[in-house]
């Protein structure tokens, strides 16, 4: 899994402090449910099994999930997405909506300005 590389490579000593916080952020973008369902299964896998490897590194490990629309999930029930909105805010994975990603670099993707390591970008089922 990229995100492994990515703690591994944060993990080599005399990295420095801005290429360790660029290594160990994730982006997902698309916050449909398989966005979302693959935010909340990488936070758990950084944080069952990545934290316990590299223990020095668990506090600065960033998963953001990326989303176009005023929401995520936009086709389900309101009381489903302020679920969903409380549980990553208390598993501190944080949601940026209405913030479509244009461009991806290395430092930056175009819309909002986070560093990041790994994107995943998922898209919906075109009509």
């Known amino acids: 899994m990229q995100s492994a590389i990515g703690v591994e490579t944060a993990a080599f000593p005399g990295q420095l402090p801005d ?7 994730m982006v997902v973008v698309g916050g449909g449910p398989t966005g979302v369902e693959l935010s909340g299964e990488l936070h758990d896998f950084l944080e069952d099994d990545l934290k316990m490897w590299y223990p020095e590194l668990a506090g600065r490990i960033r998963i953001t ?11 389900f ?23 479509m990603v244009k461009e991806v670099g290395r ?20 009509k």
């Open 65 to 75: 999930l990326v989303e176009a629309l005023p929401s995520v999930l936009p086709t």
């Open 107 to 126: 430092l930056s993707y175009s819309s909002c300005i986070v560093a990041n390591a790994l994107i995943l970008v998922l898209l919906g089922q075109g």
């Open 19 to 25: 290429e360790v916080d660029r290594l160990l952020h």
């Open 77 to 99: 029930s309101k009381q489903l997405i302020e679920y969903t909105e409380s549980t990553f805010k208390e598993s501190k994975i944080e949601i940026l909506t209405k913030t």
